[in-house]
């Protein structure tokens, strides 16, 4: 069966940086959209970056300039996160998507806080 499992998160001080990953099994990699979302407390899930199978990437505007979104082809997608702030505290999860199909991850905890 698919597997997405992330690693990378953490807890990180306001400022800092993390890189998550998200390394993908049984699965065609190459025609998946992947995504980054995260969900904080209290909060619907919400789409954080993506990247279509081209490499066209999209983010949300609350992490432009910030987060970076990138893919290679040994089944992992990537996500930096620079100048966090205390309002990235979310469980992140790794979806791929393609169609109707799609797969998540069990997510991974990242904690922004001095």
């Known amino acids: 069966q698919v597997q997405l499992v992330e690693s990378g998160g953490g807890l990180v001080q306001p400022g800092g940086s993390l890189r998550l990953s998200c390394a993908a099994s049984?699965?065609?990699?190459?025609?998946?959209?992947m995504n980054w979302y995260r969900q904080a407390p209290g909060n619907q899930r919400e789409l954080v970056a993506a990247?279509?199978?081209?490499?066209?990437t999209n983010y949300a505007d609350s992490v432009k300039d910030r987060f970076t979104i990138s893919r290679d082809n040994a089944k992992t997608v990537y996500l930096q996160m620079n100048s966090l702030k205390p309002e990235d505290t979310a469980v992140y999860y790794c979806?791929?998507?393609?169609?109707?199909?799609?797969?998540w991850g069990q997510g991974t905890q990242v904690t922004v806080s001095s």
């Open positions: 979806n791929a998507q393609v169609g109707l199909l799609g797969y």
């Open positions: 049984r699965i065609i990699f190459s025609i998946y959209t």
């Open positions: 990247i279509t199978s081209g490499g066209v």
